[in-house]
């Protein structure tokens, strides 16, 4: 797992443990390991632009199609996982009381579903907003400026105002920055702990003529 100082604080904020696997202990991380194995004999093999380790591994226009967008990859991803991942059956996936049975991912939810019911989990719809990088920034009387960017609106610290938080920043408030969709900024409140989305608005200087 890659591990970053924006992960770590992340984790750090929301109480959670980053427990590193030991270098070069496969065992740590088994589960991890073998779904990387799966994926890629599952999935990637199948891809044409793809470089297996061998020659007969390669995909059928390996040179043509060499690459993937982030995006068309992970929608492939996800197409694979619950089309063909979670309708195939794994030796893992047993019941007790039927011993002989082998259940796909999805025939396990099922059944665990049957047996046990639905079991509502809080969660924050708001949680991503704690993912996205941090930009640390003080708060001038046109908004806040983000990499040559100018962003504004309801839920923005006035200026002048103290920041309560000991950031890289002096005086500065922590926004969150969505590297795919850059006409917006989000800063939560802390005192409400509500979050505020903020919009781009160009700069003067930056604007077009007419």
Known sequence: MYVSQHLTS??????ISVQPARLRTGRDKGPVERFFRTL????????????GPDIHSRGENAEGEAFFFLDELEAMIREWTAAVYHCRPHSGLV??????LR?????KFEHGIARAGYIEVPR???LAFEFLPTKWRTVQHYGVEIDRRRYRGAGLPAPGIRSPY???VKNGWPFQIDPDDITRSYFRDPG???WHALTWEHAPSMQMPL
């Open 124 to 126: 924050d719809p708001d």
């Open 40 to 51: 890629r004999e599952g999935l990637l093999e199948a891809l044409p632009g793809y470089k």
């Open 95 to 100: 019941d007790p009381g039927l011993p002989g």
């Open 192 to 194: 409400t702990r509500v």
């Open 10 to 15: 992340v984790c750090q904020r929301m109480g």
């Open 103 to 107: 259940m796909a991912p999805a025939q």
């Open 166 to 168: 000991a950031g890289p």
